[in-house]
């Protein structure tokens, strides 16, 4: 097949002419002061092209670009833009000299637009860190650009939810928490925006049941993330709901690759487990924080309470223990050894592991008799 490359070209032309031709002559006037670059004069016919031509929705998305855009005046952009997509979100308009439809041209513009805006808000956090002595000032910038990316896209959860944590910064706790809700809001499927909530209601000093919803739905999002179910264990235990909590500490263990962090895991996990007279639970959570952080000293006191949890029950012949007093010595002996080879290896705490030691003595001289 032949293509006529000159018939394309003069159709087009044709099209471009009859495009001008079927404008208003106040529209024409603002076009052409648009091309001269001659902006007041265009802001000055565009409101009266509107009115002329008040089914064309190109002239509200030209004067949103041309003049409030380049004003930084984001709220009337987006209100024209509304009024553009009201008339006829399908129809074909000419942008800068593209053909394109209202609706692409809307979003392509908002994007862009917003990109701008949430783009010089990282910029400002980046010479906060250069320049921590204006932290404030910057900060204070950063806010007022993700304000703008927010007006400009409202429905960017991570630009609510990062605006959220610069409230939080600012120590403006009602707006951190009101920008937070609206990140859940626009997106409740976002992990980002329930976490955040979260976090944001946690710093505050929030309620766990009024946190627990958001870790809840954020772990139904990412339910390997192992730091979301750390915090959710975490709520869980706050509110009383061990069983629970201990559920979740278990999840997140199995998903955590880091040995430190998953030490932490396997810590809590025992505390948990020490609280509910769980001790051989306990123990065994513990020597694994132990074996995975050898400088985790707690963990290893924790193991020495087990033990000495086990002693109790065998001494007192409680929670379903029959009394042993033999078997109360030997897990006795077990807590002091235990409490000993942490004493010799952090001397700073060697009081409070002294006293530890004494009470567990006093214990085995109940036991044996002495």
């Known amino acids: 097949m032949i293509v006529n490359k ?4 003069l ?17 024409t006037t603002a076009k052409l002061a648009i091309q001269q670059s001659d902006f007041s004069k265009a802001a000055e016919w565009l409101p009266k092209a509107m009115a002329v031509e008040p089914d064309n929705p190109e002239i509200p998305m030209v004067m949103a670009i041309e003049i409030h855009a380049q004003n930084e005046d984001w709220n009337e952009m987006i209100v024209l833009f509304d009024k553009a997509m ?10 800068r000299g593209a053909f394109i439809s209202v609706k692409e041209a809307v979003s392509n513009y908002v994007e862009f637009y917003w ?4 783009n010089a808000g990282v910029a400002q956090f980046k010479k906060m860190q250069d320049e921590p002595d204006k932290k404030q000032e910057y900060l204070e910038l950063a806010i007022d650009h993700f304000s703008n990316a927010a007006l400009i896209n409202p429905a960017d959860a991570n630009t609510h939810a990062t605006l959220a944590k610069c409230y939080l910064d600012k120590g403006d706790n009602d707006s951190a928490v009101d920008a937070a809700l609206v990140a859940v809001e626009k997106n409740p499927k976002s992990f980002e925006a329930n976490f955040g909530a979260a976090q944001i209601l946690g710093r505050i000093g929030r309620s ?20 979301a179910l750390r915090e959710l264990a975490g709520a869980y235990y706050d509110l009383g709901q061990k069983e629970k909590s201990i559920q979740v500490f278990e999840n ?3 998903n955590e690759e880091n040995d430190t962090t998953k030490a932490d895991l396997y810590f809590n996990l025992g505390v ?44 007192n012949g409680e929670k379903g223990f029959e ?6 010595s030997r897990w006795y002996r077990k807590a002091e050894k235990k409490i000993k080879s942490v004493m010799i290896v952090d001397i700073d705490n060697k009081e409070i592991y002294q006293k530890n030691l004494e009470l567990v003595r006093y214990k085995r001289d109940v036991a044996e008799g002495n």
Request: hydrophobic fraction near 40%.
């Open 252 to 254: 997140a263990i199995s």
């Open 323 to 328: 009394k042993d007093l033999n078997a109360a």
């Open 11 to 27: 159709s087009t032309v044709i099209f471009a002419i009859t495009m001008m031709s079927c404008s208003s002559q106040e529209y």
């Open 272 to 315: 948990i487990h020490n609280q509910m007279n769980n001790f051989e639970a306990a123990e065994l959570a513990f020597d694994e924080a132990f074996f995975l952080n050898e400088e985790d000293f707690e963990a290893a006191l924790g193991m020495a309470r087990s033990y000495e949890g086990l002693g109790d029950n065998y001494l």
């Open 6 to 9: 000159t018939l394309i070209l």
């Open 86 to 95: 009201g008339i006829n979100s399908e129809k074909v308009v000419e942008i």
């Open 115 to 118: 990109a701008k805006e949430f």
């Open 208 to 227: 766990s049941e009024e946190i627990l919803p958001y870790y809840e739905k954020a772990t139904q999002i990412e339910p390997s993330n192992s730091k």
